[in-house]
């Protein structure tokens, strides 16, 4: 479902993605692991479209998307949440939801209640402002606003950054419910490897913008062997 060839991508002169091959299947999820600086970010917005590659290219459900906007590959089944999440501070949560729809054209209050289903922290919440919501349900409502749009690829960026442990565990297990019941595509931006390795089915190293290797699931628990690969020696 996304297969992405030698792609390039950097800020002005300065490359930062040299050479990626990702291939990814649909329904898969799969967690890319690396130290801070290695390109990850820039790799996840290549491919939802926010900067376009220099060289390569990204085709998304056999469609080349590589000089698609990012509005264009939303309507297409992409989602992205962003590092530190961007939700909107002074809108309320219910506001914040309805971004989500905008961005692939629909909504009604049937659809709210059917995405607060798989998100009952959110409920008690929706009159509050999304600036006066914890870290971790802010968390949560920038999935559920991803979700929206009932997106085929989900895109996330560190999630767990900044979020205390009992609510990671809730998200890690609300991907899950929610992988299978929308066969979601995943990939997972992450440096928590407990998380990366209770949602991931394969994860990949990115290091100085090149995948670099893939590590097995079961390898992910021996922090020395997580290290070589990876040189991320402050894990949780
Ligand atoms: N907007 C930007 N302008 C210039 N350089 C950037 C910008 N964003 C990131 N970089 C640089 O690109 C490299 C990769 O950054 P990033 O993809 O954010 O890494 P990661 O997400 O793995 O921490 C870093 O050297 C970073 O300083
Ligand atoms: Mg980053």
Redesign the pocket.
């Known amino acids: 479902m996304l297969d992405i060839q030698q792609l390039h991508a950097g800020?002005g002169s300065?490359p930062?993605l040299r050479g990626i091959d990702l291939h990814i299947n649909s329904g898969e999820a799969v967690g890319i692991l690396?130290h801070?600086?290695?390109?990850?970010?820039?790799l996840l917005r290549s491919i939802i479209g926010a900067l376009l590659p220099t060289q390569g290219s990204v085709q998304f459900s056999g469609q080349n998307v590589s000089r698609l906007a990012p509005n264009q590959r939303a309507k297409l089944g992409m989602a992205y949440v962003p590092q530190g999440r961007e939700i909107f501070p002074n809108l309320s949560v219910t506001d914040n939801l309805r971004m989500g729809w905008v961005k692939r054209g629909r909504a009604s209050a049937q659809d709210l209640d059917s995405l607060l289903t798989d998100f009952p922290r959110l409920k008690p919440l929706m009159d509050r402002m999304g600036g006066s919501l914890s870290g971790g349900e802010q968390q949560l409502l920038a999935l559920a606003r991803a979700l929206a749009g009932d997106p085929q690829l989900l895109l996330l960026d560190e999630p767990t950054e900044g979020i205390q442990p009992s609510i990671i565990e809730e998200i890690a297990e609300t991907l899950s419910v929610l992988r299978k019941q929308r066969s979601l595509t995943i990939i997972l931006v992450e440096q928590n490897l407990d998380f990366i390795a209770s949602v991931s089915e394969r994860v990949m190293v990115i290091k100085r913008g090149q995948i670099t290797g893939e590590i097995p699931r079961e390898h992910l628990t021996d922090l020395d062997t997580v290290s070589e690969y990876t040189g991320v020696s402050t894990t949780h």
Do not use: R
């Open positions: 800020y300065i930062v690396g801070n600086g290695m390109g990850k970010t820039t």
